[in-house]
């Protein structure tokens, strides 16, 4: 799950991880990006490295 790095970003990553890793899931990524960024390259990376 790649989120915004900013309060609600951070929020919605940590709730949608309780929720999906009581149901069963794991997380295996969580990279955050910057508001203005333009590329993402590292970020999908990791996500796909997991």
């Known amino acids: 799950m790649i989120v915004l790095n900013d309060s609600y970003g951070t929020t919605l990553r940590d709730e949608a991880t309780k929720a999906f890793e009581a149901a069963g899931g794991e997380i295996l990524a969580t990279p955050s990006v910057n508001q203005g960024d ?13």
């Open 38 to 50: 333009t590329n993402l390259t590292s970020q999908i990376g990791e996500a796909l490295a997991r």
